[in-house]
């Protein structure tokens, strides 16, 4: 099966400029996650949807970034605007269960560099 | 409070050599599941093991194994006779939750590296 797909794979942008993820997530999946994981640390969940609507977005910073998943498959993330302290990785991952609980199945990422 | 502790932040060990990472954490649920993932230099995490909270039995797969003893709130991973290939951050991860709304941490990572 096809993995979680991550697009673009980089990106350079200069603060205060805004810039958009891309995920599609295994086929099936109703659960999708995004994760900022900043260099040297684990990965911190930003937003978790079940389907298209959202169950958690507690740790995202509502001022700055924003996330849809509109029916219910593939999933944008952006951040508008950026600021230097959002450089890192930004993972996708989606789960066949509503906890993850079976494991994850992440994508390669989108490692974001903000100068 | 959830929380997962990976004191180790860099281990170097020679190929061929056993390496164990530990993973320690802290729930108040009494029903909680316990992870651990491989991120390679590629960058994308790896699933490698689910354990839940009722299952203490420890599990061998290949050359890794792993050691859940709840008594030390402990998760830890070995790996035997090590390769090159292993190298990568390894990170464990705690899931608890109920009523269907679960929360997923994950540790800080501890970076293996396998030197040839």
């Known amino acids: 099966e096809a993995g979680v797909a991550q697009s673009p794979r980089y990106k350079i942008i200069e603060k205060r400029q805004s810039v958009a993820f891309w995920c599609n997530p295994i086929s099936g999946h109703a659960t999708l996650y995004w994760y900022q994981q900043i260099l040297g640390q684990g990965p911190k969940l930003l937003i978790q949807?079940?389907?298209?609507?959202?169950?958690?977005d507690s740790q995202l910073p509502k001022d700055r970034f924003s996330a849809e998943r509109l029916k219910g498959v593939d999933s944008t993330l952006k951040i508008q605007p950026a600021k230097l302290e959002d450089s890192a990785v930004y993972l996708c991952?989606?789960?066949?269960?509503?906890?993850?609980?079976?494991?994850?199945?992440f994508g390669s990422g989108t490692r974001l560099t903000v100068v | 409070a959830q929380k997962v502790t990976q004191a180790q932040t860099e281990i170097s060990v020679v190929e061929k050599e056993d390496v164990t990472l530990d993973c320690v954490y802290e729930?108040?649920?009494?029903?909680?599941?316990l992870f651990w993932y491989k991120q390679p230099p590629s960058g994308e995490l790896v699933f490698l093991i689910r354990?839940?909270?009722?299952?203490?039995q420890n599990e061998i797969s290949g050359r890794y194994s792993w050691n859940f003893q709840k008594s030390t709130s402990s998760f830890n991973f070995t790996i035997t006779a090590s390769q090159v290939v292993d190298s990568a951050v390894y990170f464990c991860a705690l899931s608890e939750g109920n009523s269907g709304t679960y929360k997923y941490i994950f540790g800080t990572g501890t970076r293996l590296k396998v030197l040839a």
């Open positions: 354990r839940n909270s009722f299952d203490e």
């Open positions: 729930t108040r649920d009494t029903t909680y599941y």
């Open positions: 949807f079940q389907n298209n609507g959202v169950v958690d």
């Open positions: 991952a989606s789960s066949s269960d509503a906890g993850g609980n079976y494991g994850y199945t």
